[in-house]
């Protein structure tokens, strides 16, 4: 029987892979096994990128390969024998004979198809698994959300509009703006005008990393855009949702949410090493870090109002303060 869930964690098991092939590739667990270090310590001694190494130590650590106490890890002694080079049980070779199998594997397509069968564009196929999580997510994350007397949604980086659908439907008082760069926002027209309700959202064309939000919403949704910035974007993204707000407006952010030692949700962890090789700056967040940020942006009663179990992601919650934008 093959559902949503079990087809997805199939098409993304080569996260877990590529996190330990590239430990292996470094030799971490042979390092790591003669002593404890930071990661900072470890991309020292590595002559690695220290973001990048800390996010990868953390999703060994998610994945149970490390052991991370106190900021240092080391390797999981029951790991330790297959994956360290001076150990008479060692694999190490047959996992380096697999990261180079990697290489000659992701050339597949190409090989049973040469030439002409690209796929869909990059953009396209990114808004359509958007679409495909958000119809199934959206009536739940309405619920949970409760948009209560809220009359004015905007939804920054709201792709082909599912969730402002979800909250029109449930909501026949209230009018909804989505902002979106400009060809999405096209999707987003079509997907609206089909579902009956694209006279009552404003599409707006813009790049919510930088230009100005439009104002006089009473509710404002962040549906997984911050793991795509640094947290140093997220506050400058944060002040222009402030400003787009009435006085008392509410902002709702939904992504990973981790745990302080970053290693749980392990699906937040795998997802950070997403963010290292497909972004400059992005990352997932403890909430104490998201609550800061909020707060420095003029957010005041930020709480973490509800987990999502299936895909360990979480509501945030906060009320608009004062703008220091």
Known sequence: ????????????????????????????????SA????????ALKLR??????????????????????????????????????DSPESILPSLRHAANLWKSWSRLTEIVAPGGHSGVEREESFIGAMQVRAERDAARLVEAIGPGKARSLLDVGGASGAYIA?????????????????????????????????????????DFRKDHLPGGHDLALLSAIIH??????????YCRVNGALVPGGRIVVRD????????????????????????????????????????????????????????????VEARKGTSRS
Not at 228 to 237: C, D, F, I, W
Not at 263 to 282: H, Y
């Open 35 to 42: 002593e404890a270090m930071t990661a900072d310590q470890a």
């Open 166 to 206: 979800a909250f029109l439907e449930v909501s026949p008082d209230m009018t909804a703006t989505l902002l979106d760069l400009p060809s999405v926002v096209e999707m987003a027209r079509r997907y609206l005008t089909q579902r009956g309700l694209l006279d009552r959202v404003r599409l707006v064309a813009g």
């Open 48 to 85: 690695a990128d220290p973001r990048g190494m800390a996010m990868l130590l953390d999703a060994l650590a998610a994945l149970g390969y490390l052991i991370k106490e106190d900021g240092s890890y080391r390797t999981e002694p029951t790991a330790g024998a297959p994956l360290s080079d």
């Open 256 to 315: 990973f949410v981790m745990e302080p030692d970053r290693t749980r949700p392990v699906a937040g962890a795998l997802f950070a090493i997403n963010m290292l090789v497909n972004t400059e700056g992005g990352g997932t967040y403890t909430f104490g870090e998201i609550r800061e940020d909020l707060e420095k942006a003029g957010f005041t009663d930020v709480d973490h109002i509800e987990t999502e179990d299936a895909l360990s992601l979480a509501l």
């Open 228 to 237: 795509m910035n640094s947290r140093e974007q997220n506050v400058q993204l």
């Open 1 to 32: 029987m093959h559902d949503f869930n079990s087809i997805q964690q199939t098409a993304r098991d080569f996260m877990k892979s590529r996190v330990l092939l590239t430990g292996v590739e470094l030799d971490l667990f042979t390092v790591l």
